[in-house]
């Protein structure tokens, strides 16, 4: 098992997905998941991997770009989901590894899951402190989308208590509504005076599925959300470069999942996932997710613990 070792902060990795594994600040493991690669596989294979090349939800599997129509590998009814069946979080990343730092590195070849352009994909994760900090980035042969997230499944009270007893704070004014199937109608909407108002500190209470539209400009690191345990008096921060934040409370987690200190049990934990708009291909009002050969594809986010 790869590792990093900082002040009071001990990572874990996994090649499989570039996965964070475990995160203790302390003597707390504050991600929940699977411990192996096997249980990752037999489980929730999202926890703690970088989801791609497409995070989230794409309405019903397909995209325009330059006027021509992609039809990508469905893993969701007739849509797609973090990138298809055989997506990034399932697929062994070559790994580098420095004193305070890892870097992973995958190929998608031109037509992967319905996606065209050849892509490498690195995620360098470096510690600091008490900070962790991950920064993803992408080059295409052609034009192509991309929209990559670390998807870690976060409890602070390292699972004496469950999602809904964490406090959050977003930096957010609005947010992205979703349909019956859990995809972004296209409306932004403002979260005043709604359950999705987490501009002031307060319990998560209930369950959540949704991205919320981060203050700020696109491309620049800032405060995204706090995320905190009242009973041991942890707190961590998230700050991110990019247009969005996901939060999910694992709703689908059913007692049937493995994890490394047992099943995985609903709403054990939250995740949070500092990415584009999901369904961005889909939707023109929403940041382009649109990445062409010569630019760089890029997302910084960072992990501050308290």
């Not at 594994?21 to 294979?45: I, K, P, Y």
């Not at 959300?225 to 008096?233: E, K, N, Q, V």
Request: net charge neutral; aromatic share 10%.
């Amino acid at each position: 098992m790869l590792e990093l070792r900082s002040g009071d902060l001990r990572v874990t990795f996994s090649r499989l997905g570039a996965r964070l594994v475990s995160v203790f600040f302390g003597d707390a493991d504050m991600m929940a998941g699977g411990g192996n690669d096997e249980q990752f596989l037999a489980g929730d294979w999202t926890a703690g991997a970088i989801c791609g090349r497409i995070a989230g939800r794409i309405t019903r599997a397909r995209f325009r770009l330059d006027g021509v129509e992609h039809r990508l590998v469905p893993n969701m009814g007739e849509h797609q989901l973090h990138g298809g069946p055989d997506n990034f979080a399932i697929r062994k990343w070559d790994v580098r590894q420095m004193d305070n730092s890892i870097r992973f590195s995958l190929h998608s070849p031109d037509g992967d899951q319905g996606f065209p352009g050849a892509v490498d994909a690195a995620a360098t994760y470096a510690i600091s402190g008490n900070h962790l900090s991950l920064d993803l980035e992408a080059r295409t042969t052609r034009p192509t989308v991309v929209n990559l997230t670390n998807h870690g499944y976060w409890n602070l009270s390292g699972g004496a208590r469950n999602a809904f007893a964490h406090d959050m704070q977003i930096d957010a004014e609005s947010f992205l509504p979703l349909d019956d199937l859990l995809l972004p109608t296209g409306e932004i909407r403002a979260v005043a005076g709604s359950r999705w108002d987490f501009r002031k500190l307060r319990q998560v209470r209930e369950p959540y599925d949704n991205c919320w539209v981060l203050t700020g400009r696109r491309g620049e690191l800032r405060h995204g959300l706090t995320l905190g345990d009242a009973g041991s008096g942890r707190r961590m921060e998230v700050w991110t470069s990019e247009a969005g934040l996901q939060m999910y409370t694992a709703l689908h987690w059913n007692g049937g999942f493995p994890g490394r200190s047992g099943p995985l049990k609903q709403y054990g934990a939250i995740a949070t996932e500092p990415q584009n708009f999901p369904d961005a291909p889909s939707h023109p009002n929403f940041p382009s997710p649109v990445l062409r050969p010569g630019e760089t594809y890029r997302n910084r986010m960072q992990w501050r613990f308290f």
